[in-house]
Nanobody, 115 residues
């Protein structure tokens, strides 16, 4: 059973940091990749960062140098550390996992960057 739950979103000022977490109730077998995506109002959902089981990290250009994706050692949690946040980072952030049998999404967590 895969039911992803995000947490850690909120309202912050420009330049501040947030750490998002994604968790499943149990270890997820046969993971291909874990990731974070976001969707701003009126825009399509876009990739923020992914982490493959081979250890390869992939970042959107907008996230490079500011965001870091990481994972726990338990195959059920992963994180997105976001530093130097900008107003344009405002969006609903979704975690995603791709397994050998399918993909799953969390319900999303709102991140708002505003002064």
């Amino acid at each position: 059973q895969v039911q992803l739950v995000e947490s850690g979103g909120g309202l912050v000022q420009p330049g501040e940091s947030l750490r998002l977490s994604c968790a499943n109730s149990g270890a997820i077998p046969s993971i291909v990749s874990m990731g974070w995506y976001r969707q701003a109002p009126g825009k399509e959902r876009e990739l923020v960062a992914t982490f493959s089981v081979s250890g390869t990290r992939n970042y959107a250009d907008s996230a490079k140098g500011r965001f870091t994706i990481s994972r726990g050692n338990d195959n059920k949690t992963w994180y997105l550390q976001m530093n130097s946040l900008k107003p344009e980072d405002t969006a609903v952030y979704y975690c995603n996992v791709i397994t050998s049998w399918g993909g799953y999404w969390g319900q999303g967590t709102q991140v708002t960057v505003s002064s």
